[in-house]
């Protein structure tokens, strides 16, 4: 009987394929904003999650307060930083433009004075090389960030000129997908504070917490003790752990306010469904009665009517989860051409998929419910004698 009954659920929807598409292509249309800002806010998520984590779970970040989008010089005493209890090594990072030139390629860039971990384990930020070295701090050397040495034109060896003065390049580094990092030159704190007025400060400093250290505790020690030597408004400090949970919790907001935007669009779509199947139960009235004639129970009919617009809504859910798919790739491939950024990227995964196909189908299905009621309650001989 259940077969019976799908079959000519899908003979009923293809004999009005013009209806049946029009109402799939509301429903479709919903659910590809859905997808789309879905997929678009959580690849998004997930990318700056694998950038601050790339500054290490043992990692503090200390910036000058207001400061996180464009880092302002401002003085911080490190030693004082290394001197707190739990602290295993410091690093930081001072950020200026200055004039460079290589023999192609003349005009100004950002230069990045970097004073590493102590321990020399690891570059700060998570920054990492592609080619190359990392430069000595005596010497005149520096790193160049992937769009930095593209348009420099320079190759492993060859020098660079800051201020009239040549550094040797002997590194690259990764791409990042941030062009603030991308289009950079890296050389000491020590050599760039030779090519400004005034000294010790920095645009950020990274405190690596000693083994065994909650970096969640230290963070609120390195609070206290800044609040306590400077204005406690001058600095922010963030562990990664509490950095990336504020990120996660404000994209988490964005991501269900798009949503819900995108699902009044989803909603037309569910009423025009529920439009489309009341006019199939009045055209198709007198077939009703024909079916409950001949042996047809009302739960038979209401499983027909629910049958028709739950693959509506699952056809109409399968084209928007394709189209939401190739709009949100589009985004993503039109970020990288033209921003260059990485932070940009599709979660297109089982989770997504198989929510978007369930919930198009039970939305199908709440959409149908009261027209397949009305057509399960009509009685049998006022069906036939309906014209």
Avoid: C
């Amino acid at each position: 009987m259940l077969h019976d009954l799908v079959l000519l659920a899908l003979r009923n929807l293809a004999a009005r394929k013009a209806r049946s598409a029009l109402t799939l292509i509301g429903i479709a249309i919903g659910m590809t904003a859905v997808v789309a800002l879905i997929s678009l806010s959580l690849g998004a998520q997930r990318a700056i999650e694998r950038q601050i984590a790339k500054l290490g779970a043992d990692v503090i970040l200390v910036v000058p307060a207001g400061s996180l989008g464009e880092p302002r010089p401002a003085r911080l005493d490190l030693l004082m930083l290394k001197n707190i209890p739990g602290v295993r090594s410091v690093g930081a990072a001072r950020r200026e433009i200055l004039s460079v030139k290589s023999a192609a390629t003349p005009g100004f860039l950002t230069v990045v004075g970097v004073r590493s971990f102590d321990d020399g384990e690891r570059f700060f930020g998570g920054l990492e090389l592609a080619q190359g070295r990392l430069f000595l701090p005596t010497e005149d050397e520096v790193v160049l960030g992937e769009g930095a040495a593209r348009d420099l034109k320079v190759s492993l060896g060859e020098s660079v000129t800051i201020q009239n003065r040549a550094f040797r390049v002997v590194g690259f580094l990764k791409r990042t997908g941030n062009d603030q990092d991308d289009y950079a030159l890296y050389l000491s704190l020590e050599k760039l504070e030779e090519f400004v007025n005034e000294k010790g400060l920095i645009s950020g400093a990274f405190v690596r917490a000693a083994p065994g250290v909650d970096p969640t505790t230290l963070a609120q020690e390195v609070h206290r003790v800044l609040r306590e030597s400077v204005a406690e408004r001058d600095f922010v400090v963030q562990s990664s752990k509490q950095l990336s949970d504020l990120v996660s919790g404000v994209l988490t907001v964005l991501r269900w306010t798009l949503g819900a935007i995108a699902g009044i669009s989803l909603l037309v779509g569910g009423i025009g469904l529920t439009n489309t199947m009341l006019m199939a139960i009045l055209e198709r009235t007198h077939e009703i009665g024909i079916l409950k004639a001949i042996g047809a129970r009302r739960e038979h009919i209401l499983a027909l009517f629910l049958m028709e617009s739950s693959v509506l809504g699952l056809f109409g859910g399968l084209a928007g989860l394709l189209m939401g798919g190739a709009i949100a790739q589009s985004v993503v491939l039109a970020a990288q051409q033209f921003l260059r950024t990485d932070l940009f990227s599709v979660a297109f995964d089982g989770t997504l998929i198989f929510g978007s196909l369930g919930f198009s189908v039970f939305l199908g299905t709440i959409a149908g419910l009261w027209p397949a009621w009305r057509a399960a309650r009509l009685e049998p001989v006022e069906a036939l004698r309906y014209e």
